[in-house]
């Protein structure tokens, strides 16, 4: 019998302006560290629009879509999960480089981020982040051909 699990597909920006990269802290049922800006697709939603929807709604920027990076996959153990559902996920996340049009830093309300912040690039390896911001910044590299950091 194959064991049920569940899938969830966001999408996700890098946005670097001045040396310093757009990021979001991530708290939620104790568990928190600095994540992209991004967040799962609603039903019937493109890539493109969850990532520009998501970045306004997390951080008060709004951003246009320079290129794809990159699609990571990762899968997260029942024992992981944070909504106790016993089933295993896997995680879809397709990370575009970005950069803003407009708006102004605001932290999220109600959401499962509370903070946004413009971190320097040089402090990024000192703070504590979830791995997604070095999946991205790994996709950065593969097609800048340079790093960020």
Do not use: F, K
Not at 105 to 117: M, Q
Not at 129 to 143: G, K
């Amino acid at each position: 019998m194959a064991q049920e699990w569940d899938t969830r597909v966001g999408a996700y920006a890098v946005v670097v302006r001045d040396g310093m990269i757009l990021l979001a802290h991530w708290n939620e049922l104790g568990r928190q560290g600095w994540t992209l800006p991004g967040g799962g697709l609603e039903l019937g939603e493109d890539a493109p629009t969850a990532a520009v929807r998501e970045v306004l709604e997390e951080t008060g920027y709004v951003v246009e879509l320079d290129e794809l990076l990159g699609v990571d996959s990762l899968h997260i153990r029942p024992e992981d999960r944070l909504n106790g559902s016993g089933r295993p996920m896997h995680a879809l996340r397709i990370v575009y480089r970005a950069h803003p049009v407009a708006g102004e830093l605001v932290h999220e309300l109600d959401g499962s981020t509370d903070e946004a912040a413009w971190v320097p690039l040089a402090d990024v390896p000192e703070l504590a982040r979830v791995e997604l911001v070095d999946t991205a910044i790994r996709l950065s590299y593969q097609s800048q051909g340079r790093a960020l950091l």
